[in-house]
């Protein structure tokens, strides 16, 4: 029993979302857990997500999570908020999302006026998924949500800072209901947000606790392994293999830029379809 569970210990984690999103993830990840192993999935080919039907969005999560399971990781973690949104639906049970919940947990800690917002793909903000954990954990807030469907292609095409008038106007227009309706804390629904946190912080004029998904992901991860005594065993720094189901350049020089590494040695392109 003791060697099976050294054997499982020791495997990679599996990571997927549509893109760059879940590198958010990722970056934590490396922070809090830098022994484990990773192997990431992002889904160039498809991307994004969050316009699509639900329908779709479900039969890509479960081709993500068969191409991850040939890859013998010792859990699967969905770090897209869109597929997280519809994980019910999935009827996976390998599969642990570490976004919705924990980023609302720590969004009800945050609060002090009990007002918050929460951004994310069209998808994500139809099913309601954030706003029905938030009412939960914290039934008398007010909750004010917002699609956000320019977000992610803008920035899964390089356009991630403040030199990007696009971005800054799409952000801006998006952020109006938070400022008039003066939320103190932002959800951040959607794994790809992060990177431009910069931007929304600015339009927010600095005054507002941003929710980052891929760190609460990581926390969870964390506390997943803890509970479950799942911890790598590994002294070194964990190895990170990314995969992508379109054109590695691209990919690899944006994750290079966000990561702070280079990864293109440890990308390869996969054919999703035959998962
Ligand atoms: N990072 C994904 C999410 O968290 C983006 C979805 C998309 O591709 O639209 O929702």
Known sequence: MENILKKEKNKPIGIFDSGLGGLTAVKAIKKLLPHEDIVYFGDTGRMPYGTKIEKKIISYANQDINFLKSKNVKMIISACGTVSSYVKQLNTPELITGVIKPSCQSAANLTKNHKI????TSATIKSNAYIKE??????????????????????????????SDMLCKAVNIYMKKFIEEKVDTLILGCTHYPIIKDVINDALGGRVNLINPGEETAKFIKKHLEENNLLSEKSGPGTYNFFISKETYDFSEKANLFLGYNIQKNTQRIDIHKY
Do not use: R, W
């Open 134 to 163: 938030l009412h939960k954990i914290c039934p008398d807030a007010k909750i004010i949500q917002q699609d956000c469907p320019l977000l992610v292609p803008l920035i899964e095409n390089g356009f991630t800072d403040k030199s």
């Open 117 to 120: 917002g929460i951004i994310g």
